[in-house]
């Protein structure tokens, strides 16, 4: 082919996509409490999202990385991952579903309060603003399925989830407290460690994080495991991922980490992750798990194309 009609389609192509993502919406919604919510969130509304189809909104929790009392750093961070980020973001764009993201504070003076993973500290926080943070996420929901019905979208009244690391498991937990307004989800780099849906194991209670023993008690409704069952879960980690947050205080009390090791293992990979797999296998024979060869605590292309396909399929399912 002529070198100049090659770079004439290269560069058509590339005008042609700054044109697509010129077309993208990003809306900063500001802080309701009266429709529940504390905080602002990000919801980014693709160019491809369709108003004549029936859409799902994709909802990823923010994930900072570190404890910081500025709140303009979790706001700008939030943002850069609604408008950017490899996950949430590429998923959004290639399965054409808006997308929220939370603006969740992570504080340093309460280090402790881990509530990008929705920990045990921060469900149980009782004070304004961090009060019930997952609620607050079930009102950002509401309010943004509001916004784009408005904008002439169709949404569904259940919603799609991903999460790695610790938004990953802020997605693992949250779906179990929620299982009637997720219809799917995705968890990647979650440390080997899942909550159960159930109780307890070997006469050993397993409490919030760990699994449902008082979750009537935090939630003040029994738990439905049968709508836990009806999502659809893909679960992930990496061979070599040597990230372990259950070994951090600031993500596990030593109560937790000593049950954790003495019922589900110490290691992390590959005997924490198989012995979890196991017992989620025998409740829950549905749930996808992979293990990737040759990745740590990070994504690759054969993870995104898994994640594209189980959606997809998700999204078709009755």
């Not at 449902?212 to 029994?222: K, M, W």
Request: charged share 20%; glycine share 6%; net charge negative.
């Amino acid at each position: 082919m002529n070198r100049f009609f090659l770079a004439l389609i290269i560069l058509l192509v590339e005008i042609s996509f700054i044109s697509a993502q010129s077309l993208d919406t990003l809306i900063e919604i500001a802080a309701n409490p009266k429709a529940g919510f504390n905080y602002p969130y990000f919801l980014f509304i693709p160019a491809e999202c369709k108003k004549n189809i029936n859409n799902y909104l994709l909802v990823e929790s923010n994930n900072t990385g570190s404890p910081n009392d500025t709140f303009s750093v979790h706001e700008n961070a939030a943002k850069l991952q609604a408008q950017s980020g490899p996950l949430g973001n590429s998923l959004s764009r290639q399965l054409h579903l808006p997308f929220l993201v939370p603006v969740f504070p992570r504080p340093q003076k309460e280090w402790k309060v881990y509530t990008h993973m929705l920990d045990r500290d921060a469900l149980l926080w009782n004070k304004e603003p961090m009060r019930r943070i997952d609620l607050q996420l079930v009102a950002m929901i509401h309010d943004a399925i509001t916004i784009l019905k408005e904008k002439g979208f169709q949404l569904h009244d259940q919603v799609l989830m991903s999460g790695y690391s610790s938004s990953g498991v802020f997605a693992n937990r949250f779906a179990l407290l929620h299982a009637e307004l997720v219809k799917a989800y995705s968890a990647g780099g979650i440390n080997g460690i899942l909550i159960m849906p159930f109780s307890q194991y070997n006469n050993e209670k397993l409490e919030y994080p760990l699994g449902t023993d008082d979750y009537q008690e935090i939630t003040g409704q029994p738990f439905s495991f049968e709508a836990f069952e009806k999502i659809h879960q893909f679960l992930y980690m990496g061979e070599t991922d040597s990230n372990d947050a259950v070994q951090m205080d600031d993500g596990y009390s030593n109560k937790e980490r000593e049950i954790i090791y003495k019922t589900f293992g110490k290691t992390m990979l590959p005997d924490r992750w198989f012995a979890c797999q196991l017992h989620y296998k025998i409740a829950l024979p549905n749930v996808q798990f992979r293990t990737y060869s040759g990745v740590g605590h990070g994504m690759n292309e054969d993870i995104m194309r898994d994640l594209i396909r189980f959606y997809s399929s998700a999204i078709k399912s009755e």
